[in-house]
């Protein structure tokens, strides 16, 4: 009798640590994530990284070097050169076994829970990750589309567009005018384009002092916006026009081919244009039908989707919460999400969801500022502990230890997803 019931506590045991998704006809639960991003990097090495083998971990991302989006202001304003912001999928594929794809996934079969890539690849999934970041809503600033973004770039995807913007603005006539058009909430990373300000103003105050910025904006306010007043009154004084919703900035069309910028009805030709429309989720997320027509709401404990539990989205995509649309986010939202389906795929341990973001900015040489909080999942949504902001008047020391703390930040994050 001892012997028999022996062997049932054994099988209970092999039972639960068993893994609990086994796909047919294949030994190893699978993991397709799409976007080697900040989210989407992080989610695939945590799972090869942590189940050492146990999951099939296929990663599908079109470039073979990504750039960071984070730090290209500050190529722009001089302290980073391009090279220094691109990584690659080697470090993935050779250190952690991850199936690194360049290929564009160009649908999703939630029912055959299959994945379609432009290379003409069906591959089979038991969890998807979709990290594909953002895409621009058509129509969102009068006069604009994508087919014009040569011409006034927004540089807010990685790469080759910050390259372009750079050279605009070195290409203005001595006296010339820079106009952003800046983006309604919610968008990736709020500080962004008031970070890029700075370092537009930054840039111009060395090679062309006369030049004037002007900013047009929908909102009524924005992050850190404090902070960022007192630095353009510091170090760039009288070279910033910011025109927020108030004042009609939230009532703007361009008009590329003429090089003007219209707000609230006021033309003004401009030497170079920096327009940032409204975003959504990238668009496979959408193809896959996990968003609400603008982003893909998720549970925060572990960042699947509302519409399928076998689909997460991760960072910029995703519509969580309390948590800003940045880098940070993302990589920890990866984290979370990592330990959570190698938990639902191996029967590992899952801990509680926790989370935390800073978004440091540069505003001049030395001159760092930074936001910041922790976060939790509860049932409704990732929602704010509590939180920390640089101070108005702090002390050139403070301000550069802040921007020391961003570059650790930056390599540390990078190794965190690449390495
Ligand atoms: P991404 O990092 O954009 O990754 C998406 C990836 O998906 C891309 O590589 C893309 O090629 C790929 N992809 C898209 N569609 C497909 C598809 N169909 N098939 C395959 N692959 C696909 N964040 C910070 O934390 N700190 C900062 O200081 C900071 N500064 C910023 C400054 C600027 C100017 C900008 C624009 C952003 C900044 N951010 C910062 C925000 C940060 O870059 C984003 O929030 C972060 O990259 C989001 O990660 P993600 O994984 O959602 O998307």
Not at 20 to 46: Q, S
Not at 174 to 189: D, S, W
Not at 413 to 419: E, G, L, P, V
Request: net charge negative; hydrophobic share 40%.
């Amino acid at each position: 009798m001892q012997m028999k019931r022996r062997t049932f506590l054994a099988a209970t045991a092999a039972t639960l640590s068993a893994p609990m998704v086994r796909a047919a006809g294949h030994g190893k639960p699978r993991v397709i994530v799409v976007g080697g991003g900040a989210g989407g990097a992080t989610a695939a090495r945590y799972i090869a990284k942590d189940s050492k083998g146990e999951v099939d971990v296929t990663l599908i991302e079109p470039s073979r070097q990504y750039y960071t989006c984070f730090f290209s202001n500050l190529y722009i304003g001089g302290f980073r050169e391009m090279d220094s912001l691109g990584h690659g999928y080697a470090g993935l594929a050779t250190n952690h076994g991850v199936n690194v794809l360049h290929d564009w996934a160009v649908g999703v079969d939630r029912g055959a829970k299959t994945v379609t890539t432009a290379g003409g690849h069906t591959l089979p999934y038991d969890k998807l990750i979709l990290s594909p970041g953002i895409d621009f809503v058509d129509g969102a600033v009068e006069g604009w589309s994508v087919a014009d973004q040569d011409v006034m770039p927004h540089a807010y995807k990685g790469g080759t567009q910050a390259e372009l913007l750079k050279a605009q603005i070195m290409a203005m006539p001595e006296g010339g005018t820079f106009a952003m058009v800046a983006p309604p909430n919610p968008y990736r990373c709020p500080p962004g384009p008031y970070e890029r300000i700075s370092m537009v103003a930054h840039l111009l105050k060395n090679t062309n002092p006369t030049a004037k910025i002007i900013v047009a904006d929908p909102k009524g306010k924005f992050s850190k916006q404090g902070l960022f007043e007192e630095g353009w009154n510091k170090h760039y004084a009288g070279m910033i026009d910011w025109i927020g919703s108030d004042f009609g900035g939230d009532n703007v069309s361009v008009d590329p081919a003429a090089m003007t910028v219209t707000i609230d009805g006021e033309v003004t030709k401009v030497d170079a244009a920096n327009v940032i429309p409204a975003m959504k989720a990238g668009r496979i997320a959408e193809l896959a039908g996990v968003t609400d027509g603008n982003w893909a709401p998720v549970n925060a404990a572990d960042m699947s989707t509302k519409a399928d539990p076998d689909v997460y989205v991760l960072g910029d995509a995703s519509q969580q919460g309390d948590m800003p649309k940045s880098g940070f986010s993302a990589n920890s939202q990866a984290k979370v999400c990592a330990n959570a389906v190698r938990g639902a795929l191996t029967g590992s341990r899952v801990f509680p969801a926790k989370f935390a973001n800073t978004c440091w900015s540069l505003i001049d040489a030395k001159d760092g500022v930074k936001v910041g909080a922790t976060y939790e999942a509860t049932e409704e949504k990732i929602a704010k502990v509590d939180g920390f902001i640089s101070a108005t008047g702090e002390t050139p020391d403070v301000r550069e230890a802040t921007y020391v703390e961003s570059l650790g930040w930056y390599d540390g994050i990078t190794a965190d997803m690449f390495s």
